[in-house]
């Protein structure tokens, strides 16, 4: 089994994630520093699971955002 498949990766790295959030690496950094985006650590390399990915998505939801027209 291709773990490296899109449809069956299971963790990826912070360069990725950015990639995928349209996000800066330095951004994603900061908010796993900050705990607000959750990590799976090897050693000292990082990782990011979908569910990671989604919660912080939530974390960043805003709801009651109303337009200014």
């Known amino acids: 089994m ?7 990766r ?4 912070s360069a990725e994630v950015a990639t995928k959030l349209g996000l800066s690496e330095q951004t994603i950094r ?4 900050s705990a607000s985006l959750n ?3 090897f ?3 990082i ?7 989604a919660a912080y998505i939530s974390l960043h939801e805003d709801v009651g955002y109303v ?3």
Do not use: E, M, P, V
């Not at 299971?10 to 790295?13: F, H, K, M």
């Not at 900061?30 to 520093?33: E, G, L, Q």
């Open 47 to 53: 990782r990011y699971t979908d569910s990671h990915i």
């Open 39 to 41: 990590c799976i650590r």
């Open 2 to 8: 291709d773990t490296n498949t899109k449809t069956n």
């Open 10 to 13: 299971l963790a990826y790295t």
């Open 43 to 45: 050693g000292r390399a």
């Open 30 to 33: 900061r908010a796993t520093r």
């Open 67 to 69: 337009s200014a027209d």
